[in-house]
């Protein structure tokens, strides 16, 4: 892991003082941060609130049809890292990414690369529900409609349909969809935001501890969903909650301070941690 | 000048009640090293004395202004010769009385002076003359008499201090309930005279008539003597021009929020906000004047231009010019409503690859709607209630009209034309402006509470 | 490291979204320029209302602060002032200055002989120069029995004809000023006998139908007493009122119809308020119209609503750890807010104050339903004189057909509008000095 000392190299050149501080600190990484079939690929990652540093040298891959968790106490940076894999950090004013983040091949901070389209490919799904004040199916109907993905009505209302059954929403929501989404349990917005997401058939979903506002019932369902999704999505998923990190995924990376201080197989992770900090956590010692 | 003079001798008597309220307490209490066992601190003694002296005296010299010239007017009524008042309408026995109190008073008679109204006069100023003197000994004895009953309750164990702040604390009572009576004296007042009006002159013409001409008769026979009170062509009138200025400002001022709000930078938005807003300080009798003498001869010159007639006096100038006083309230309306949209919904839009203009128009427009019509429909009220711009701009001719650029009349203009020409304050075209007074609160009522329980509603979705 | 980009996934079906997406891009961010350029235009348009309003006020109005005056040799005679040589003030203010004006202009022309022309060469100076002649010898007694070269007031025609408002070129009967007139102001001109000097008879006379006689001071001093004793009425009644709904009241039914209350008054239309105005202070209460006093009960009761408002908001941004330490060292309800939380949320008060009294000032509708549109040429000197406010003196200039008004209306605008910007100042700073951070 070179990288790290290198990286360190580069940053002292053209850092503040400041900066510097805070960055001395990064961490090397345990364990292999890489997967069999990478669709993101993410090197020496850095990411920026103005002078304050939120993530320092992170490298990780999310790989095709696999689950990634991302673990960590709170306020180490995963959801950070996490918004800065479809750009969602460029709304935040002051926000700097830098390092290199590619999806397929594709470095999703060059200049050039337009984050409307990198969206529909990397879809993300939020800590709280966030339904559009519309009706059930135009909540899911407004992404194949701005991207224009469908030609007429039947199609549309096809890819709802598919979209809502995927997300294992349909039985609940076919007879009013025409109620506002708003409406709605906590679960059953949730899973309708997913089925917004999937509706624009992104690549990549990330999700924001997309259970932390729901209770354990709507959670195992959400949960089952994501396990099923796998066969079509790579996942990136933000928890609080070490149990659904070893339910759902397949690798976990733990978090600490805005270092990625280990990454592995989940069941490796959580059985025979190898960093002291990863076993603390999981062990409860604090978080 | 005597009522200052009065109040400043009230005044006197309440620092000096004051005084001796506070070295009688420490009087009684046995002297200054004594003064631990007083139960109050002794200025509230003093106050309480204050309070005693002042009080009670500026009630009644409040109810004797307020009232005086009433009993006077009543008790020269009576004793008016009566075949002066005989055979006369009760307008003209107010046109003869107020003849009296200007003789009294040294001012220009509007009749000539007969000797009857001359001894009325010279009563009224005698009236006037015993009633100040009488004013001036019963709230000098009041005063006194109040802080010389303090000054005999002043005991060391009187609770000064609670009942100092209980008279404080009703003050404030009063004060706050001010509000209430404000209302209470609108709706009385307006509503009075208007009851007045209607039974000169039925509702349904005042509501449904089309003919609106109140300075000229038309028939000897006709209702109210004086002309016709058909209400419509006014109402349409205000409608065309806050329509108009609707048109005008709704549009510039929602985009211009959106954009201060979403796009531009902060340097540019701490510039531009403040800027657009100071039209909102700008006095209305400023944009009335631009309108008349700017934006009206242009229009003119700009229909003549292309074949058009327009009214030098056109519903299209006073409107466009009322829409840019409403720019900054929509826009600083429609900023609040905009800024209340949680980010998580923007967000939420903008990961399934929304650009933001998308986001806007399809995600934060739409859930900030309620709010934004609540602050139309309020500037809807302001609009139909903006009187300078209209007097100024709009005319007086009331045309039942959909040509803007014709010119038309407003409720709010016919108000001002009916109160300020020379009249009698009991004819049927004064009491029309009450009426039309009315008609106006009743409506903008409606519109702000319907608009102001919407915005609360939409507040709370969002908290 | 496994830096390598993976080679595209098979399955088809992402492609395909992607493509679509990409495809239809273009037009979506056209579409996204021309919704960003329509909020730029709307702002745009916004400024360019704020700088039109501006530059057509003060282009029109700045002329006002000169005035023409015609320079003349005045023969003021000892025995045609003062014959008695006792130099009483009463014998001096007698005297006819009016004809010394017109035998010196006569001097300037003196081929002029005709009743008529003689008429219409008097009509050169303002019909009140004469009276300006008079202050100015009762000023300065030692002119009388010399011939000084006095500026004498100018018509308001000959006013607009000099500062190029009545164009001299256009057909005779376009314009109010004849050529035998245009022929004598010139040659006044070429003898240097015509001059714009600044106008202290705008800034210290009351109003008058002689445009060039007119002033804003009566109208200014309307304004002062009006707001003042506004200012002495509301500041106490909201800061109470506030003080009682914000710390003390209970909640309950009356306090909430209070709350409703104020909230609609501050959107009732002004001119209802000159409604309740006429009919309750004037009407039942008998108090004289167009007086500073009835107004400033009007303003008042309109201004309400906004102090109370916003007082209660500077009570709110008052921690309420500093209640609760002077109630823990004991001191009474009351004692709390008068010693520790009015002190801290004064300013904010005064804040509030200030921008309720800046509306005030450039009220006007409900003034007119009270009689303040009198013509009132007296300035006023206490709160129930006769008076009349700067707005309404506009609206009143305004409609007037002379087009030396029009000048003098912008510049009472500016005259406004300047202290409309200064109170807003001064609210500014007084938010800026005094903003607390808890």
């Not at chain 2, 404030?172 to 404000?182: G, R």
């Not at chain 2, 929509?330 to 998580?344: F, G, R, T, Y």
């Amino acid at each position: 892991m070179s990288t790290t000392v290198e990286a360190m190299d580069k940053a002292m050149s053209v850092m503040t003082s400041a900066e510097l501080a805070s960055a001395q600190h990064s961490r090397e990484t345990v364990g292999d941060f890489t997967a069999a079939e990478p669709r993101m690929v993410c090197r020496n990652v850095d990411v920026w609130y103005g002078n304050k540093q939120a993530i320092k040298n992170v490298s990780l891959d999310i790989g095709k049809n696999e689950v990634v968790s991302m673990i960590g106490p709170s306020g180490c940076g995963k959801s950070t890292f996490l918004r800065s894999l479809n750009r969602m950090n460029d709304t935040i004013v002051d926000c700097r990414v830098t390092g290199s983040i590619q999806l397929d091949g594709e470095e999703i901070y060059d200049k050039k690369l337009d984050p409307v389209p990198l969206r529909a490919r990397v879809g993300m799904v939020f800590q709280k529900p966030n339904p559009f004040p519309k009706s059930i199916y135009e909540n899911v109907a407004y992404g194949p409609r701005i991207h224009g993905l469908t030609n007429n009505k039947a199609e549309l209302d096809e890819l709802v349909e598919a979209s809502l059954q995927k997300a294992g929403l349909w039985k609940e929501v076919k007879e009013r969809l025409d109620q506002p989404g708003t409406g709605l349990s906590g679960g059953q917005q949730q899973r309708l935001c997913i089925a917004r997401t999937i509706a624009v058939s992104p690549e990549v979903i990330l999700m924001d501890e997309p259970c932390s506002a729901l209770d354990p019932i709507a959670t195992a369902i959400v949960e089952e969903l994501i396990d099923e999704l796998r066969q079509n999505y790579s996942i990136a998923i933000v928890t609080h909650s070490m149990q659904q990190a070893a339910r759902v995924s397949q690798r976990t990376a733990y978090f600490h301070l805005g270092d990625l201080i280990e990454v592995g197989e989940t069941n490796h992770i959580f059985t025979n941690p190898q960093h002291k900090l990863t076993e603390d956590y999981i062990t409860g010692r604090f978080g | 000048m005597h009522t200052w003079t009065l109040i400043l001798l009230l005044l006197a008597v309440m620092a000096l009640a004051y005084h001796l309220g506070m070295k009688r307490a420490i009087t009684r209490v046995g002297g200054l090293k004594q003064i631990n066992h007083l139960h109050s601190l002794p200025a509230y003694y003093g106050v309480y004395a204050a309070l005693w002296a002042g009080i009670p005296a500026l009630l009644l010299l409040g109810l004797w202004l307020g009232f005086q010239d009433h009993f006077i007017t009543a008790l020269v009524t009576a004793q008016l010769p009566p075949d002066l008042v005989a055979a006369q309408s009760a307008g003209q026995i107010d046109l003869i009385l107020n003849d009296i109190k200007n003789l009294a008073t040294g001012n220009i008679v509007s009749a000539t002076v007969t000797p009857e109204i001359q001894a009325a006069a010279t009563q009224f100023a005698r009236f006037e003359e015993l009633s100040t003197q009488a004013q001036w000994l019963a709230v000098l004895a009041l005063a006194l008499g109040g802080a010389s009953f303090a000054w005999s309750r002043t005991e060391p164990q009187m609770r000064a201090r609670n009942r100092v702040e209980s008279v404080f604390l009703v003050i404030m009572v009063i004060f706050s309930s001010l509000a209430i009576l404000t209302t209470l004296g609108i709706v009385l007042s307006v509503l009075f005279e208007s009851l007045r009006f209607f039974e000169l002159v039925s509702p349904l013409e005042f509501f449904f008539g089309t003919n609106w001409s109140p300075q000229i008769a038309l028939r000897a026979d006709q209702v109210g003597a004086t002309g016709a009170f058909g209400a419509i062509p006014l109402f349409t009138g205000t409608l065309m021009v806050s329509l108009i200025a609707m048109v005008v400002a709704v549009p510039i001022g929602l985009m211009s929020a959106i954009y201060l709000s979403e796009y531009a930078s902060r340097s540019v938005r701490a510039i531009a906000k403040p800027i657009i807003e100071v039209l909102a300080g700008i006095p209305t009798v400023v944009y009335g004047f631009f309108a008349a003498l700017t934006v009206a001869p242009v229009i003119r010159e700009l229909g003549a231009a292309v074949g058009l007639e327009v009214a030098s006096e056109s519903a299209l100038a006073a409107g466009l010019v009322m829409g840019v006083m409403i720019i900054p309230f929509i826009s600083s309306l429609a900023d609040d409503v905009i800024n209340a949209v949680p980010q998580a919904l923007r967000d939420g839009s903008y990961a399934l690859g929304a650009t933001q203009s998308e986001t806007i128009r399809l995600v934060v427009i739409p859930a900030a709607l309620p709010g934004i019509v609540g602050g139309i429909l309020l500037a809807v009220s302001r609009a139909i209630g903006e009187t300078m711009i209209v007097v100024m701009a709009a005319g007086m001719a009331a045309n039942l009209t959909a040509n803007p650029l014709d010119s038309v009349t407003t409720v709010t203009v016919q108000i001002v034309t009916l109160l300020t020409g020379d009249q009698e304050f009991d004819s049927a075209k004064t009491l029309a402006a009450f009426a039309l007074g009315l008609t106006l609160f009743v409506v903008t009522l409606a519109l702000n509470v319907l608009a102001l329980s919407i915005v609360r509603k939409y507040r709370e979705q969002y908290e | 490291m496994n830096n390598t980009p993976s080679p595209p996934p098979a399955s088809d079906a992402p492609r395909r979204t992607i493509d679509i997406v990409n495809a239809s891009l273009k037009r979506r961010y056209a579409r996204e320029r021309r919704f960003r350029r329509l909020g730029a235009f709307a702002v745009a348009l916004g400024l360019s209302f704020v700088v039109l309003l501006f530059t057509d006020i003060v282009s029109k109005g700045y002329t006002a602060f000169a005035q023409t005056y015609i320079q003349l040799p005045l023969n003021l005679s000892a025995e045609v002032i003062d014959p008695s040589g006792s130099r009483e003030p009463a014998t001096l203010a007698a005297a006819n200055y009016t004809k010394l004006i017109r035998d010196a202009l006569r001097q300037q022309f003196p081929d002029l002989t005709e009743r008529q022309a003689l008429r219409r060469l008097y009509a050169l100076v303002s019909v009140g120069a004469g009276d300006l002649v008079r202050e100015q010898v009762l000023a300065e007694p030692a002119l009388i029995g010399t011939t000084p070269e006095l500026w004498v007031l100018a018509d308001d025609d000959i006013d607009m004809l000099v500062k190029g408002n009545i164009d001299r070129t256009a057909a005779p009967e376009d314009r109010r000023v004849s050529d035998e007139t245009i022929g004598w102001v010139t040659q006044l001109e070429q003898q240097g006998r015509v001059a714009k000097r600044f106008n202290t008879i705008f800034l210290t006379h009351g109003t008058s139908r002689e445009p060039e006689l007119a002033g804003i001071a009566g109208a200014l001093m309307g304004s002062f007493y009006t707001l003042l004793l506004t200012l002495l009425l509301s500041f106490p009644i909201g800061v109470g009122a506030a003080l009682y709904l914000e710390e003390f009241a209970p909640k309950n039914r009356w306090t909430d119809l209070i709350e409703v209350n104020i909230n609609n008054l501050a959107a009732v239309p002004s001119i209802v308020f000159g409604l309740l105005g006429l009919a309750v202070f004037i009407g039942f209460f008998g108090i004289p119209r167009s007086t500073p006093l009835v107004a400033a009960l009007v303003m008042t009761i309109m201004t309400l609503p906004t102090i109370i408002i916003a007082s209660r908001v500077a009570l709110k941004s008052v921690p309420p750890s500093i209640r609760e330490a002077a109630l823990g060292v004991g001191a009474s309800a009351l004692q709390t807010q008068f010693h520790h939380v009015l002190p801290l949320a004064l300013p904010g008060m005064l804040t509030g104050a200030i921008i309720g009294m800046a509306r005030a000032l450039g009220e006007s509708a409900p003034l007119l339903m009270i009689g303040m549109i009198a013509f009132i040429v007296d300035i006023p000197s206490g709160f129930t004189d006769s008076a009349t406010v700067l707005p309404v003196q506009i609206f009143l200039w305004a409609d007037s057909p002379e087009r030396a008004f029009v000048e003098r209306t912008s510049a009472a605008i500016i005259v406004l509008l300047a202290f409309l910007f200064l109170m807003n100042l001064a609210a500014v700073l007084l938010r800026r000095k005094f903003e607390r951070r808890w």
